[in-house]
């Protein structure tokens, strides 16, 4: 099975602020890697697929980026929707697999 | 407009079974993967397994082998998931979620609304 690691496990941050998160893959992806947001009591959301795409509707703030085994989610501008968890997903091979999740907190 | 309607909250026993439905709506059921994702209280997201509806063959992840079974009926699109021999870590949120309909979009594009399975004596 693939392991995803996700770093950090919690992250404190002001609105304004640029944010990174990181994924790691134990084995390389063909790019196949999603990520979501996920907010208290809702389903997760999707923001970006195949590593780098935009999904509709989602504000362009977030983006991707990464190859292999080193992903990244970065959000350019932080909005006070935005603190949420959010998991990264390979969907490369089965069993899908996700991170463990990174909490984004208003510092 | 895809939608994922899940089968409300339940309370079981321990080593009993639950089966919990996803009912969609809009877009194609047959031919896409409907897949279940489960959530324990205050932890992670964890994909189950899914199954191709006009095939009727599922992949399970290994940890749930042998105690989940996903089903679909194809006249009321509506996925199923059983899982039996509960026991406490079993409570969870359990989601089903459908893929996006372009090539490629395996990713998890829509998902039910979650159910709530409690296993208490």
């Known amino acids: 099975d693939i392991q995803m690691t996700q770093s950090p496990s919690t992250l404190s941050a002001s609105v304004g602020d640029r944010v990174t998160i990181t994924c790691r893959a134990s084995q390389t992806l063909s790019g196949w890697l999603a990520w979501y947001q996920q907010k208290p009591g809702k389903a997760p959301k999707v923001l970006i697929y195949k590593a780098s795409s935009l999904e509709s509707g989602v504000p362009s703030r977030f983006s991707g980026s990464g190859s292999g085994t080193e992903f990244t989610l970065t959000i350019g501008s932080l909005q006070p929707d935005d603190f949420a968890t959010y998991y990264c997903q390979q969907y490369d091979s089965y069993p899908y697999t996700f991170g463990q999740g990174t909490k984004l907190e208003i510092k | 407009q895809v939608q994922l309607v899940q089968s409300g909250a339940e309370v079981k026993k321990p080593g009993s079974s639950v089966k919990v439905s996803c009912q969609t709506s809009?877009?194609?059921?047959?031919?896409?993967?409907i897949s279940w994702v489960r959530q324990a209280p205050g932890q992670g997201l964890e994909w189950m397994g899914g199954i191709v509806p006009v095939l009727g063959t599922a992949n399970y992840v290994q940890k749930f082998q042998g105690r989940v079974t996903i089903t679909a009926d194809t006249s009321t699109s509506t996925a199923y998931m059983e899982l039996s021999s509960l026991s406490s870590e079993d409570t969870a949120v359990y989601y089903c979620?459908?893929?996006?309909?372009?090539?490629?979009?395996?990713?998890?594009?829509?998902w039910g609304q979650g159910t709530l399975i409690t296993v208490s004596s």
């Open positions: 809009g877009g194609t059921f047959s031919t896409y993967v």
């Open positions: 979620a459908r893929r996006g309909d372009s090539y490629g979009a395996e990713y998890f594009l829509y």
